[in-house]
């Protein structure tokens, strides 16, 4: 038996625990890339392309994962990684909100300490994270891979609300010394919550990795040993591709919602919360269809990525439709419908990744991951600055809102349909490319 067969999987209250270090990781993303952005632009009058670009920097950082996830490999324990990950990140955030009071004073210090304390978040998440992921792929159960991967993101989400909730409130009335003080509070409880919750959660597990002779190799070569799996390779290109149309959407709906169908700002914000719910049930409805009939199979988890993808391509289609149309088509149902399609995409993909991280048996869940993880950090990078660019493009050339609208939503829908197929192109890998020469194509993983 493979050495990561033979580890000692995951109930689900360790699945649970894993969880809360998610939320924990997101109560303090929520205040780095949502709170500082606002007071950088509201409060003080500071062009919105410079929260623009540290949150980009913050992506582009991530671009590190593979390192975090093969020093991890390496290492045999992950816990010590993800709370590394979470004090760096909490030292960032911190930092971040220092560098932010120091703009309303001398604004270039203040966006030269910004841009290193976004490079220090940037780390701490790619640390932290990619490490997380690993741990769930390598010790989570197959059939409970789509249960655990909706669990972790939905307490994620959780934990972006129940900050953005607190946090609201304890900012008022607002000053530059309490946003440090609420965010360096936030960062400190996360933080000490995400240690005590991985404490011991890989207990049973021997400290050093069971094939030394796998990691001794370096991380050169063992990136270039990975990219070569045809798997490997064509998943970091599905996840590019796939987030790319994913995270397209996120800066132009509300505007869309505005300018073609009036909303107020109020209101667009609500269409968000929406979406949202639309995400969370697509999520939870992919987690309980995953677990008592995929069984988080690996062709049960491409279907379900495929089926996600062209619903989501569907969705977009018919906002494209709906942009042409104006008001005569009811807008909540359509963004409701996108959110469902995205949640069910986004589990399933997650569910998916978490398969192929631990399929090989190989004990190089941590590499994997932080290289597809990677990818999906320059898709977030350009995939936001990207669509409301392409829509800036798009209107000027056309004159036409609802035009640009509609051209916009089409293409993003045409690279969700796109990354369909090229789901499908991954499961039609030679077995052997991630070194299982004994395990049909069809299904990566043995039948429970």
Known sequence: MSPALSRSTLG?????????VQACLGAIIIICTSTLNRV??????LPAMLPGALVGLHYGVQMSRPHWGHGADGGGKRAPWIIGGMATLALGATGAAGATALMASSTWFGIILAMGTFAVIGVGVGAAGTNLLALLAARTAPSRKAA????VWIMMIFGFVMTAGLSSQFLEPFTLSRLISVT???SVIAFSIATVAVLGVEKGQDASPSDTQTHSIGFKETLAEIWSETTARRFTIFVFVSMLAYSAQDLILEPFAGLVYGYTPGESTGLAGVQNGGVLLGMIITAIVGTTIGKSRASFMRAWTVAGCLASAAALAALAGAAITGPAWPLEPLVFALGLANGAFAVAAIGSMM???SAAGDQREGIRMGLWGASQ???FAIGGFAGAAALDGVRAF???PTLAFATVFAVEGALFAFAGGLALWVGRTPADSMTLPAIPAGDILPAE
């Open 184 to 186: 360096a509070a936030v």
């Open 398 to 400: 056309m004159g036409e």
């Open 377 to 379: 950090a320059m898709a």
């Open 148 to 151: 655990a991967a909706a669990i």
């Open 40 to 45: 950088m632009v509201v409060e003080l009058a």
């Open 12 to 20: 689900w209250f360790g699945v649970i625990r894993l969880g809360l």
């Open 355 to 357: 398969t192929l991280a």
